[in-house]
């Protein structure tokens, strides 16, 4: 004899779990959002190799206790270590430091503009390394996205000096590896579990560019700032492991797809975020080319001919 579960508290399972997914998505926007600020505090006082290297080396434990509650595998299949090579280097050390540096000559809300491109990479990659079709309304969506970003960084008062101009190179470059590695990533690590992708290589990531930056930077801790240390605190415990596991949770909640959105969501948090700590007012023109450029990269999302196809 089965005992019927009434209507109701079937719906309100589903509001909660709706909530809960709701509330997930909201936090990985507003952690990754405000990781550009955590950036821009910490190189205030904290060169960029150094900086980057104590994020990691802050986030590294919990990564490791994380990956030995669940006793996932530290090590890459033998098979695979030269992807773990280029995971290190190609996700966690170079692009990071390239950002902080970035930080350095760029504001925080711009950054993470920039660095919202890094979608359109991997469809720019996918097509050359995966064989990926490429629909004319993700072109379009590529087009007015760039445009969008030349404009904001004109209306921005940027003038692209030497130091400017390297700057967005960098953040640039960044988000360029990034996407190199999502795709690399899809054709040789789909294998490979989240948690193992992720903790030896932050681990030694983070050892490396810390190692590099005492000897190329020689810092002074002394000279380091409370406000910076919050930061690079913040970075490793909040925006890096934090950030990690409820990613990792809506990963089991959300189409693939839907949670890509978080890509384009982000740098709206970010911007107004870092217009409102660095005392920047948002001009109208600033909103209406970022809402034109993240309408853009979400048209890259959505290959309309392929779903009209269907």
Sequence with gaps: MSIAIPATSSTAKQRMAAWVTSALFLIVCLSWGTTWLGIKIAVESVPPLTAAGL???????LFLSFALMRREPLLFPKKSRWFFVFVTLSYFSLPYYLLNYGEMHV???LTALLFSCMPVFILIFSALFLREKIYPSQVLGIAIGFGSLFMIIRGQGLH????ELLGVLAILGAAVMHALCYVVTKKHGSAIS????NTLPIGIAGLMLFVAGLQFETPVFADISLRSWSALLYLGLVASVGGFIV???LLKRLSPIILSFVFIIFPVFAVIIGAWYEGHSISRELMLYSAILLAGFAITKMPVEKWLKA
């Design 55 to 61: 994020r990691f080396l802050i986030a590294f434990p």
């Design 107 to 109: 504001s925080s809300g």
């Design 160 to 163: 692209l000096d030497h130091a």
């Design 194 to 197: 989240v948690i193992t992708y």
């Design 247 to 249: 990613y990792f949770l």
